[in-house]
T-cell receptor
Framework: QKEVEQNSGPLSVPEGAIASLNCTYSDRVSQSFFWYRQYSGKSPELIMS????GDKEDGRFTAQLNKASQYVSLLIRDSQPSDSATYLCAVNVYNTDKLIFGTGTRLQVFP | DGGITQSPKYLFRKEGQNVTLSCEQN?????MYWYRQDPGQGLRLIYYSQIVNDFQKGDIAEGYSVSREKKESFPLTVTSAQKNPTAFYLC?????????????FGPGTRLTVL
């Protein structure tokens, strides 16, 4: 059974701090990794995609991928209260277009 | 303005009734997906379609049915055989069917069984 694991949180960080969200996956051959942000009562919004080992930066967001350790993370710099949401990690099923989602980490950014 | 629309936003169903949830996209995407989200759980795949007139079961297809008669549309029917249908239903689409395609979500339909 392919799995994607996330700490459910909540992860509480003060405004302006770096929030670090982590995700591990079980399928060693997965090729693509995604981070979605989901506000309460809303649908998930894609914020980052990463396919190669290393870091990928987009504004205040940095995704980090380590395929050897089967680990993907999302860093949010200069966290804002508007970043408070649940962050879903998704990993593709190899040789398909299907995704497996983690249960999400709830982030709380307090002023 | 390109995007994915779902209707209705809220839906109430009596036990024993079939209901159909609408999903439309104008992104010219080939693939479409239906997920179910329950509180505290990740998204679970119900059905997906990679091409018109073809679709495959996901992990939790029992009690659901779909059709894909047009590229833009992928309606989901929740039948009376689905024992616990109260959930948040999400439709998604992606441009292609490789390992690298990003999926984008519609706003969702919240179904409640009375």
């Amino acid at each position: 059974q392919k799995e994607v694991e996330q700490n459910s949180g909540p992860l509480s960080v003060p405004e302006g701090a770096i929030a670090s969200l982590n995700c591990t996956y079980s399928d060693r051959v997965s090729q693509s990794f995604f981070w979605y942000r989901q506000y309460s009562g809303k649908s998930p919004e894609l914020i980052m995609s990463i396919y190669s080992n290393g870091d990928k930066e987009d504004g205040r967001f940095t995704a980090q991928l380590n395929k050897a350790s089967q680990y993907v993370s999302l860093l949010i710099r200069d966290s804002q209260p508007s970043d408070s949401a649940t962050y879903l990690c998704a990993v593709n099923v190899y040789n398909t277009d299907k995704l497996i989602f983690g249960t999400g980490t709830r982030l709380q950014v307090f002023p | 303005d390109g995007g994915i629309t779902q209707s209705p936003k809220y839906l109430f169903r009596k036990e024993g009734q079939n209901v159909t949830l609408s999903c439309e996209q104008n992104l010219n995407h080939d693939a479409m997906y239906w997920y179910r989200q329950d509180p505290g759980q990740g998204l679970r795949l119900i059905y997906y379609s990679q091409i018109v007139n073809d679709f495959q079961k996901g992990d939790i297809a029992e009690g659901y049915s779909v059709s894909r008669e047009k590229k833009e549309s992928f309606p989901l029917t929740v039948t009376s055989a689905q024992k616990n249908p109260t959930a948040f239903y999400l439709c998604a689409s992606s441009a292609g069917t490789s390992d690298y395609n990003e999926q984008f979500f519609g706003p969702g339909t919240r179904l409640t069984v009375l």
